[in-house]
């Protein structure tokens, strides 16, 4: 949970009139009934004693871990376990299946066991890639070797990696982008979302005419265009195909594109949570092609004129425009 859906959660609750059930509550916010259930509950309140401050404090204190990862321990089990989730992962399984392989294979020994919830937090705490690349040593003695780098892109011709990113940009130095695609019903239809790490200020585009490589690149062109060309060093995506025209929109703008590894959201974290901010206003399973330019436009200020807290209560927009006026500032002088 971030703040800001625990900020929305606080204001659902305390809306006049008939109390909202969980599920529509879990609806607006973007996440499951049950994450708001034990939202609710959490550091022993209630709906009515909910406070966002109180909530996010228990759940900080809640994740301090100061013990050492089981997946990271130098014991002769724990280099075991290592090696059999790593060959889990390497296969794109999920932590459910990596977990219920280790109960079937190894049953009556629980030392070699893990719950898929202590694989995400591995995952999620370390990253994944860093996880990985943390059991490299033990899977070379075991026979396996890594993947070659770059290997993970070969369907996407000449993709950069995010690893090869500048560093500026996970510094967050104003002007790197992450963008993504939120998709309609049976993905038929498609709106490109393209978000600033610094600022938070969000574009979205919409893909009328459909979502290959060559439309995205085009309509992604034209929105980058709209702004200052000092806002673009950067722009971020997953491994989506329709970005595999990722050379004519850089061809456009100037602009580099880098990619995400595999199954990696957390490396784009503010475009997949400004994605589920918006599903407040574009719900999974509908047409999105039936959404006019006018309420794209709506929506948009609607996510711009959002106060964050990270931005000490500044909306995104008011960052952007401040962003503006320092270049011009600078420009004068």
Do not use: C
């Not at 509950?41 to 089981?70: M, N």
């Amino acid at each position: 949970m971030t703040v800001d859906q625990r900020v929305m959660i606080a204001g659902l609750v305390a809306l006049p009139g008939p109390p909202l059930g969980v599920r529509a509550i879990a609806r607006q916010v973007g996440v499951s009934a049950t994450t708001v259930s034990r939202e609710l509950r959490r550091d022993g309140a209630t709906r009515a004693s909910y406070r966002v401050f109180s909530a996010q404090l228990d759940a900080d204190v809640k994740r301090r871990r100061p013990k050492v990862f089981r997946l990271l321990a130098t014991t002769p089990v724990g280099a075991h376990l290592r090696r059999e989730v790593a060959q889990g992962l390497r296969k794109n399984w999920s932590p459910q299946q990596v977990s219920g392989r280790l109960k079937r294979e190894h049953p009556g020994r629980p030392e070699l066991h893990m719950s898929h919830t202590a694989i995400y937090r591995s995952i999620y705490v370390l990253g994944r890639q860093r996880l990985l690349t943390e059991i490299d040593h033990p899977l070379r003695r075991a026979g396996q070797g890594p993947r070659k780098r770059g290997a993970a892109y070969s369907r996407i011709k000449d993709a950069v990696s995010i690893h090869d990113r500048p560093a500026e940009a996970d510094a967050r130095v104003p002007g790197h982008w992450e963008g993504d695609l939120i998709k309609g019903k049976n993905n038929a239809s498609a709106i490109a979302t393209l978000v600033e790490r610094a600022t938070r200020f969000t574009l979205l585009v919409p893909l009328p005419a459909g979502f290959k490589s060559v439309v995205v690149a085009d309509a992604l062109a034209g929105a980058v265009t709209a702004l200052p060309a000092h806002l673009w060093a950067s722009l971020t995506w997953d491994r989506g195909l329709e970005m595999a025209a990722h050379a004519r929109f850089t061809v456009a703008t100037g602009v580099q594109v880098y990619f995400a590894d595999p199954h990696a959201p957390w490396q784009r974290p503010t475009n997949e949570n400004t994605n589920g901010l918006l599903r407040q206003y574009l719900p999974k399973g509908s047409d999105l092609n039936t959404v006019t330019p006018e309420r794209l436009t709506e929506i948009q200020h609607l996510i711009n004129s959002r106060p964050r807290q990270v931005l000490q209560f500044a909306t995104p927009a008011e960052a952007l425009d401040e962003l503006i006026a320092r270049a011009g500032d600078a420009t004068t002088q």
